[in-house]
């Protein structure tokens, strides 16, 4: 399979620990996209990159977000001191980059997270 | 207010041509409309884009007005498969080129 995979799938955590997802993204994508999605809503943006360079960040990410793609690669997002309120799907996404903000986006299936 | 809005839910019947319009106002110039469908617990499948006018690939059609300031997906002959969520992705302009989905709309299919 390569499309775009996540890791975890599921993360159970207690409130103030830290967590740190893991994409994949298709490999010859150079842009990476992540989102957040609470049930009953659409996708949040949260930010995206292109190569290593993480080039917008939403006002959603807070200070206790953190995203990086140190090869241009794979992804990984931390949150630290996770809340109740961070509990959610976070999605991850990919792109070939055509000039276009609004690239053709492939998504990986998500990381449920959920904050005790 | 950069803001996009779709209706909450359609229902269908087999067979059935459906329109979904999703509605945003101040969209990036020269970007694309796109349009997603999401199933429980997936993440969402690219279905069409478009920059204006219309545009037809093997599973739906797009309409884009010329001022942009809408779009609607076009489902031709649903099926009970077709059921899931839909949503329009578009960029907003200001203050960095925002990614926004839709509200999105839960399409269900009956026989």
């Known amino acids: 399979d390569t499309g775009v995979s996540q890791n975890p799938r599921h993360k159970i955590t207690k409130r103030g620990q830290n967590v740190t997802f893991r994409c994949d993204p298709i490999s010859e994508h150079n842009r990476l996209y992540w989102y957040r999605q609470t049930l009953g809503q659409g996708p949040e943006f949260l930010t995206y990159f292109q190569n290593e360079a993480q080039l917008e960040k939403s006002r959603l990410l807070s200070d206790r977000f953190s995203a990086e793609r140190p090869k241009g690669s794979f992804s990984t997002l931390e949150i630290q001191r996770t809340e109740q309120g961070d509990s959610a799907m976070y999605l991850c996404a990919s792109s070939l980059n055509s000039g276009q903000v609004t690239d053709t986006q492939y998504f990986g299936p998500g990381t449920r997270l959920t904050v005790l | 207010l950069a803001k996009t809005t779709q209706p909450i839910s359609m229902d269908s019947y087999e067979g059935q041509e459906v329109n979904i319009t999703c509605s945003h106002n101040n969209i990036a110039t020269n970007d694309y409309i796109t349009w997603y469908q999401q199933f429980p617990s997936q993440g969402p499948r690219f279905i069409i884009q478009?920059?204006?006018t219309k545009v037809t690939n093997e599973v739906a059609s797009l309409f884009i007005p010329a001022d942009r300031k809408s779009s609607t997906l076009s489902l031709p002959r649903v099926s009970l498969s077709d059921t899931a969520v839909y949503y329009c992705l578009v960029a907003f302009t200001g203050g960095g080129n925002k990614l926004t989905f839709g509200t999105g709309t839960q399409l269900k299919v009956e026989l």
């Open positions: 478009g920059y204006k």
